[in-house]
């Protein structure tokens, strides 16, 4: 068999915050999963999206240690239209979570905005921009 791509695992201090986070993106994250110590969703088309404690990750990993610098990883949120980036991006904002570059205009066609969830993650918004 060939190995087939399946979950995008992640590390988190504050998982009850990341949750809300990601909720707010509209991942249907169940009601009262900040209880527990591993959550995770099935995305369209199939692919996980994890979040683990810290210590959890430590009871198979001792020595693990958070990443430092910036983020490595993006993940990218499509929105319906532009003004969807901005509503969300000014949701996520106002909650409080990290806005690191506001919405803009990019050159390949897109409205794009990029955040950190709680962990530092990025997380991009983007849509396509309108034909003109």
């Known amino acids: 068999m ?11 201090v504050d998982l009850a915050r990341t949750l809300d986070c990601y909720r707010r993106l509209g991942l249907d994250i169940p009601a009262g999963a900040e209880a527990e110590q591993h959550v995770e969703v099935t995305l369209d088309g199939g692919v996980r999206l994890a979040w683990d404690t810290v210590e959890t990750v430590r009871t198979f990993d001792p020595g693990w240690a958070p990443p430092t610098g910036s983020p490595r990883v993006n993940l990218a949120f499509r929105c319906a239209d532009p003004a969807e980036v901005d ?18 205009d990019a050159f390949w066609g897109q409205r794009y905005a990029v955040l950190h969830d709680p962990e530092g993650n990025g997380v991009d918004l ?6 003109t």
């Not at 509503?87 to 803009?104: S, V, Y």
Request: proline share 11%; glycine share 8%; net charge positive.
């Open 2 to 12: 060939t190995p087939r791509f399946d979950l995008i695992g992640m590390a988190v």
């Open 87 to 104: 509503r969300r991006w000014a949701e996520l904002t106002d909650a409080g979570f990290h806005g690191h570059r506001a919405p803009w």
């Open 126 to 131: 983007f849509a396509p921009l309108p034909a």
